[in-house]
């Protein structure tokens, strides 16, 4: 049943209420609500962030910059790194080399030369950076809904996926 949540509520958790989670996973809407609660609680569900178009928030250039910090500082410069303007994602890698990569916004190349600047000044590198055509956001395909029977959850690629893979 949880699966089933997380699974709708990645899909659109802003449009979305506990009815019809309800209806959809075959429970009641006070069973969907507690079990949000508890989700919530666990720290399974940490917030519900909305997917914003950066383009057309006036922030038109998107990129990624990957980098190679000391693992043993990786996690004190991934907080440094996300307090520099700009700075929209920042994910600590398990590998030895190019562990950090940002996610970088900005109106102007003024602004990404800013950002390098303040990346810079903590002493690292940028390894390789890439400027971003297009985002594409879905749902963890495994989480199937329940109750839907096989074959109702599917990937983007049209695969279906049976509940009990």
Known sequence: MDRSILYLLQRD????????????????????????????????????????????????????????????????????????????????????????????????TTDVTRITDAIHDLGLEIDSSEMMRRRHVQPVNHFFLQGAGEGNAHSDNGDDESPNE
């Open 13 to 108: 958790a802003r449009n979305t209420t506990a009815e019809e989670i309800a209806d959809t996973a075959g429970v009641s809407a006070s069973t969907v609500r507690n079990r949000i609660d508890l989700l919530e609680a666990d720290g399974i569900i940490n917030g519900y962030h909305p997917e914003i178009d950066y383009e057309a928030a006036n922030l038109p250039l998107q990129m990624t910059f990957v980098i190679t910090a000391s693992p043993t500082e990786l996690s004190s410069l991934s907080e440094k790194v996300r307090a520099i303007q700009g700075i929209i994602d920042v994910r600590e890698m398990l590998t030895g080399r190019r562990n950090l990569h940002v996610d970088v916004v900005g109106t102007s």
